[in-house]
């Protein structure tokens, strides 16, 4: 079945930072992959998404790119801030529907000054 | 635009007795999916409802069950409430076709007694 498998931290860095996150998905058939982060008691945002092979998604500093041929959608930062401090989700769409996503476990950051 | 809204935002209940919580989608949104956020399974795929009808269904027991209206107003049921229901519970909604992306509410934190 689909899954997708993500470093669980949790993950401390200091201000300024590289951040990455890793994240794997299961290669079944041609899902969208997607970043999102929780903040403390909040709901999922949207961070970044790609449809496709080679596709990067990229907001607010952050970028992943899909890469079909290891299956993997890793998240990365070149400066991390403290306002990054959250929890982040990687997921995958079930093929033909974004609809019903499987998430991975989630990684919390934790952001130092 | 308006988010999406999810209400109650907290409930306590008792072993036994059943909830149900509602999502109001943001305006134009014909999709609205559930998912239950816990420490021990992370965030899984409830069921997706699309114009009144199921479109998608987890690996949930019967005791979940949702609905939709015509006006995109979904509400999730639970009966016969179980301690392990306790659970931050999602709802997403989103336009409905192709590869739309979901955006999430803040969620309904229910704890059971």
């Known amino acids: 079945g689909n899954s997708v498998t993500q470093m669980e931290g949790p993950v401390t860095l200091s201000e300024e930072a590289f951040l990455t996150i890793n994240c794997t998905y299961t290669?079944?058939?041609?899902?969208?992959l997607f970043w999102y982060v929780q903040y403390p008691g909040e709901g999922l945002q949207l961070l970044l998404k790609a449809t496709k092979a080679d596709d990067k998604g990229s907001n607010k500093g952050f970028e992943a790119t899909y890469r079909k041929e290891t299956t993997s959608f890793h998240l990365e930062k070149g400066s991390v801030q403290v306002s990054d401090s959250a929890v982040y989700f990687c997921?995958?769409?079930?093929?033909?529907?974004?609809?019903?996503?499987?998430f991975g476990k989630g990684t919390l950051l934790t952001v130092n000054p | 635009k308006a988010g999406v809204t999810q209400t109650p935002r907290y409930l306590i209940k008792t072993r036994g007795q059943q909830v149900t919580l509602s999502c109001s989608p943001i305006?134009?949104?014909?999709?609205v999916s559930w998912y239950q956020q816990t420490p021990g399974q992370g965030l899984q795929f409830l069921f997706e409802y699309f114009s009144e009808t199921q479109r998608n269904k987890g690996n949930f027991p019967g005791r979940f069950s949702g609905r939709q209206f015509s006006n995109s107003r979904s509400e999730m049921n639970v009966s016969t409430l179980e301690l392990g229901d306790s659970a931050l519970y999602l709802c997403?909604?989103?336009?409905?076709?192709?590869?739309?992306?979901?955006?999430f509410g803040p969620g309904t934190r229910l704890t059971v007694l």
């Open positions: 290669a079944t058939g041609y899902p969208s």
């Open positions: 997921a995958r769409g079930a093929g033909g529907s974004n609809y019903k996503l499987t």
């Open positions: 997403a909604t989103a336009p409905g076709q192709g590869s739309d992306t979901q955006y």
């Open positions: 305006s134009g949104h014909r999709s």
